[in-house]
């Protein structure tokens, strides 16, 4: 989504995943975890502003709204503008960058990523909504179902820019999941849907069970998802107060028990629906800011409007999380990485 101011990760793709060097172009490096502690849960090692209103063969680099850990080691950026950028892992420089586009050659409204296991890359897009399978060389394979009741008004009850926002891949490879980052009419404000999808024999995908997730204020929606190896989410909350700058939260979440909603039409804090039960880890606020400055009032100069996330590797009891902010191509917004150390 678009805010003014503002891998699916199996246990096979997280071992991959370690290839990813903690190295990089950075504005701020680690000391001592204590001193970059962010929560108990939590810590920063640095952050890295190097592609900041930067271009590439002609391309804008930034806008970027999902991450990915592509089958090479390298990183997948996708900016929510109808590109799809691959980035070297250590030094973060663009290696390559692929136009997307829909059926009819029109531009994207592109938010959530996976690269699937045989290199398929699944893009959401915001318009109306969809999943669509690309090529790595970005020609469109195939477009999932989606359930009626998510598509943007007036065909269904979800609000343009408020729709399919995060993506990820379950352990084993076999269920997608995709988070709305608002409610849709008649449910709830605050309580927000996550459809899953199968994969059947034949490599395709049929919708699966749906689950519903209450953010912690109205004013925050769900911008990323990613899955953990025992089948929890690291769930991003996001939003923006004019004149205050962006709020930022970093969830575990655990879907396992929670109450299949796609039959159920309202959702409204109803007894015997089961929410996904969540834990929060950190505001990422409570953050040392490393020396970071911002463009804007923000609650701490390191904040901005982080869109993007991904489970990079691990370090003994520790994910390493980069999460990535959205510059919407505008002057008082920055393109900044984060890189940071999770327990869960």
């Known amino acids: 989504m678009r805010l003014r101011t503002v891998l699916a990760t199996t246990t ?6 370690t290839c990813l060097s903690a190295a990089g172009p950075a504005t701020a490096d680690a000391n001592s975890s204590a001193d970059h502690a962010c929560s108990p849960s939590v810590s920063i090692d640095r952050f890295s502003d ?18 990915a850990v592509d089958k090479d080691g390298s990183l997948a950026a996708l900016e929510d503008r109808s590109s799809l950028f691959d980035l070297d892992a250590k030094t973060l420089a663009p290696k390559r960058v692929v136009p ?5 050659g029109a531009a994207l409204d592109s ?15 915001e318009t109306e909504p969809s999943i669509r399978r690309y090529s790595p060389d970005g020609k469109i394979l195939d477009r999932l179902p989606v359930p009626s009741s998510l598509l943007v008004a007036p065909a269904g009850r979800a609000t ?11 352990p084993g490879g076999h269920t997608l999941l995709a988070s709305m980052e608002y409610a849709i009419s008649g449910d709830s404000t605050g309580i927000v849907r996550f459809q899953t999808w199968n994969r059947t024999k034949d490599d395709h995908w049929r919708l699966g069970a749906q689950y519903a997730y209450r953010t912690d204020e109205a004013i925050l929606g769900v911008p990323e998802v990613q899955a953990l190896p025992d089948g929890r989410l690291l769930v991003l909350e996001r939003g923006f107060t004019s004149g205050v700058g962006n709020t930022v939260r970093l969830f575990v979440a655990d879907p396992r028990h929670a ?21 929060l880890l950190t505001d990422i606020a409570t953050c040392p800011s490393l020396g970071a ?4 009032p923000q609650p701490n100069p390191l904040l901005d409007n982080i869109e993007g996330m991904v489970i990079t590797g691990r370090d003994k009891d520790r994910f390493k999380v980069l999460l990535v902010s959205d510059d919407n191509q505008n002057a008082v917004q920055t393109t900044r990485f984060y890189y940071l150390r999770v327990r869960v």
């Open 100 to 104: 997307l586009a829909d059926e009819n």
């Open 160 to 170: 343009t820019n408020q729709t399919f926002e995060g993506l990820t891949l379950l």
């Open 111 to 125: 938010e959530g990523l996976v690269i699937d296991r045989d290199g398929t890359r699944l893009i959401t897009s």
């Open 259 to 279: 109450t299949d909603t796609s039959g159920i039409e309202n959702l409204t804090g109803q007894a015997g629906v089961r929410l996904i039960k969540k834990t």
């Open 50 to 67: 190097a592609l900041d209103k930067t271009t590439y063969d002609g391309t804008f680099v930034g806008n970027f709204s999902a991450l």
């Open 293 to 296: 400055t911002a463009k804007q």
């Open 12 to 17: 096979a793709a997280l071992a991959a995943a």
